[in-house]
């Protein structure tokens, strides 16, 4: 009987896990972020005012971290690594949820197919070259 409920509980933990681990993205005020969706977006949902952004055609949104100047949230009021919110972007047939995380750093060589860890590797590795 423990054995079962020992299994339940963590296929429950598991699942939960899962369901709450949406994909990283990182935003920096320097650089205009695009996301690409592989269909025609029926909808965009960015709830908090942290982020701006718009659909510029059927299938890509921009999005930026509102900086104002002369308002609270000025530049470098937001931490490394801050979670600025979670935006929704609802396709024909596929629903995309992403957690948009501000960074100091501007990564305006990211490879489409690198995260930030990818990025900050082949950054050490240059210069480790570059140094021999």
Do not use: W
């Not at 963590?10 to 681990?21: H, K, N």
């Not at 650089?31 to 592989?38: A, F």
């Not at 055609?57 to 937001?78: C, F, H, M, W």
């Not at 957690?99 to 590795?125: C, G, M, Q």
Request: glycine letters at 4%.
């Amino acid at each position: 009987m423990k054995a079962k409920l020992f299994i339940l509980l963590f296929g429950i933990l598991g699942v939960a896990a899962q369901v709450s681990a949406n994909e990283k993205i990182y935003v920096n005020s320097e650089v205009t972020t695009h996301i690409v969706m592989p269909e025609n977006i029926k909808l965009v949902d960015i709830p908090t005012a942290k982020i701006v952004g718009n659909q510029c055609t059927d299938n890509i949104v921009r999005i930026k971290p509102y900086l104002e100047s002369d308002s609270l949230q000025a530049v470098g009021s937001y931490k490394d690594n801050e979670l600025l919110g979670t935006i929704t972007l609802i396709g024909e047939r596929h629903i995309a949820q992403y957690d948009i995380l501000y960074t100091p750093v501007s990564y305006k060589h990211l490879r489409a197919h690198e995260n930030k860890a990818d990025f900050v590797f082949r950054l050490l590795l240059l210069k480790q070259i570059n140094n021999t």
